[in-house]
């Protein structure tokens, strides 16, 4: 029998998971919610929120993984008679397919930007906005691009653990926390915006916060460290026995909320030196930021844009890797023939994503296939199969899996800490997340 693959060395899988973790939602998506939601108070309830919810499910997710060495689906049907446990590798992998398809499309513009960055960016202000504009609508440009981001992806999926995923995150991942500190010390110190950017991100303000900051806050916290879509139990599965799970996963965590945190300090310093507008959506990075490096010039602007897609394709690449993994395991597929055709079609399925003009109705109006792909995964698709993963560990699995895959040694004093929250806060809060994806709060 073929010995499934492993980490090289316990470091190649801290950089590998932590580039999963790492991705657009941090430097993309996390400022601007924060910017949406107030600021302070919102980034307190995010940290707040990886602490319960999702640093107790990503050790919950290494440990199916490590245990069952296992894809997700074949994970859960290691540990536990039942096949309902199964559902939720079902939807996990299911999830990282449909995440996949649209993550490109995004990752691609990013791609698109370096290029725009290093020609440097002209025009008036109305110009420059207009450019993303031209480019998400126009399928040919959008498709080319997310057609070289998905041959990269499978470039180096198609080369295995070691020699593919680890290889790589071990160069991409050095890279963009080198970038970022650059970008970092050019705000603190050579913006007249760091000091406010500070402020904002660190001093709360309550009366700002509201109950959708606080739902989207939970559900960031899940899309940030790469959880409830089995990337974690497949990257669990490639560990060899000697790992101390609570503390890869605490460091993964803290990586990527730090990453988070000097993204947002590096940006926000750039919006208020030049007097940007900071709750601007989604447009934050392809619109805002542009008119402001036409200012700052093409030192600032080509390695942000670097910094962007290298993040997005350390996470491309363990979302295909769950997937390859699943025919891998459970079809007897080679991996060449796993990552050709799966990462063939995911490509066909982004195209979807790609054009804009196409249209669906959806829950009662018409909607781009990005928005529904998104919306169906984040709201719905991670959440259940988190907390259906959180109940599997925290009460279905035996103790002794449980608790020797926690800390082999037996001694760990954070244990019962742990169990408590997995078992009784956790599920709580997720619930709350789906509910209110539902429109029931
Ligand atoms: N964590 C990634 C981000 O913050 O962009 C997104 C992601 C990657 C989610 C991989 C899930 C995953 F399996």
Redesign the pocket.
């Known amino acids: 029998m073929e010995t499934r693959a492993k980490w090289g060395t316990k470091l190649g899988f801290i950089l590998a998971a932590s580039g ?7 430097i ?2 996390f400022p601007y919610i924060t910017g949406h939601y107030g600021g302070g108070a919102f980034v307190l309830v995010y940290l707040a929120c990886i602490l319960i919810v999702g640093l107790p499910i990503m050790i919950a997710e290494l440990m199916i993984g490590h245990k069952s060495q296992k894809s997700p689906i074949g994970g859960f049907k290691a540990l536990h008679k039942s096949k309902f446990w199964v559902i939720a590798g079902v939807i996990g992998v299911v999830a ?1 397919f449909l ?1 996949l398809s649209f ?1 490109s499309i995004v990752a691609g513009w990013s791609m698109a930007y370096i290029l725009k960055a290093f020609a440097g960016f002209k025009g008036s202000s109305e110009e420059i906005v207009a450019q993303f504009k031209n480019l998400k609508e126009d399928p040919f440009l959008s498709i080319m691009w997310h057609t070289i981001f998905m041959g990269l992806s499978i470039g180096i999926v198609i080369k295995g653990i070691q020699k593919g995923i680890e290889k790589w995150s071990k160069i991409l991942m050095p890279g963009l926390v080198l970038i970022l500190l650059g970008l970092s010390i050019y705000g603190i110190f050579f913006t007249s915006g760091g000091i406010k950017a500070i402020e904002f991100l660190f001093k709360p303000d309550f009366s700002k916060l509201s109950s959708e900051g606080v739902l989207s806050a939970l559900g960031h916290a899940f ?10 139990i497949t990257y669990g599965s490639y560990l060899k026995k000697d790992i101390n799970i609570p503390k890869a996963a605490i460091t993964i965590s803290i990586l ?1 909320t730090i990453i988070a945190l000097f993204a947002g300090i590096a940006i926000f310093s750039i919006v208020f030196e030049y007097g940007g507008e900071v709750a601007s959506g989604p447009g934050l990075i392809f619109e805002t930021l542009p008119v402001l490096f036409k200012e700052i010039g093409q030192f600032v602007s080509v390695p942000f844009f670097l910094l962007l897609t290298f ?2 394709l350390t ?2 690449i ?2 295909l890797e ?1 997937v390859v993994s699943y025919f891998i395991d459970e079809k007897k597929w080679s991996r060449v023939k796993a990552t050709l055709l799966i990462g063939g079609l995911i490509y066909i399925i982004g195209i979807l994503s790609a054009v804009d003009e196409w249209k669906l109705s959806f829950m009662g109006k018409d909607q781009s296939f990005f928005d529904i792909f998104d919306f169906i995964t984040t709201n719905y698709m ?1 959440p259940v199969a988190g907390l259906l993963t959180s109940i599997f560990v925290a009460w279905i699995i035996n103790e002794k899996i449980r608790k020797e895959e926690f800390d082999v040694s037996n001694k760990s004093k954070f244990y019962l800490p742990w169990k408590y929250i997995i078992r009784y806060i956790t599920p709580i809060a997720v619930m709350i997340i789906i509910l209110h994806g539902f429109g029931l709060i």
């Open positions: 999963s973790a790492v991705g657009l939602g941090n993309w998506k990282a995440i993550y899309f940030t460290l790469s959880l409830g879509m089995g990337a974690m990527d993040a997005a996470s491309a363990s979302l769950v991670l």
